[in-house]
């Protein structure tokens, strides 16, 4: 019997690459016209390259992106690139639909509710308080609390001990099999892929359920 959901963060409550998307093409653009000399285009693929390498999180890609640009970083140029980036997240910062009713209706239910997310601590609480959904939450585990990045086992060893339940009676949903499935299922955790929060296409799912939306997990629970 389910008694808890444990959550992924970003791309399956929060859609975070439609956020990232329009905050780097707005950062680009300000870039641009503070005297960066590149086609908005090209910046934007050369940006989401060095993100691939780096990892989304990272604090400085900006300055990384403009070192590959011109060689070196303007800070009048990085200034407003960071501005521009910074007023656009806040204003585009939104869950999935149907993520609220869902996560009502689950702890209606009894369940508690988790999160583990490779983001850093305060980068999850603002999104989570962004989107006035932080009160659902009874555990919420981030990259500070274990050192480790999924699929390591440790981020889910440290949910489960603080919801106080065995693997069989937790369920894992996530948007990247490789890290929140395979991680999941390493402990013997059911697993959910939320296929409409994925960056690419999957071929080989080894999920227990595939969901399209997130408003199906109510019929896996019931």
Known sequence: MIKA???DLDNTLIDF???KKLSCEAAINSMI????KIEKGKGM???FDLYDKYGLEDPKIFQKFLKRVIGRVDYRILAN???AYRR???SFLEAYPHTSYVLLKLKSKGLKLAIVTDAPRIKAWIRLATMKIADFFDVVVAYEDTGKLKPHKLPFKAALAELKLKTDECLMVGDMPHRDVEGAKKLGIKTCF???GAIKKVKKIDADYVIDDIK???QIIE
């Open 194 to 196: 939320a296929r409409y």
């Open 33 to 36: 016209d503070a005297g960066l």
């Open 88 to 90: 656009v997240r806040g």
């Open 45 to 47: 693929g050369l940006l």
């Open 216 to 218: 199906e997990l109510l």
């Open 17 to 19: 690459m439609k956020m």
């Open 5 to 7: 959901v444990i959550f």
């Open 81 to 83: 690139g960071i501005v």
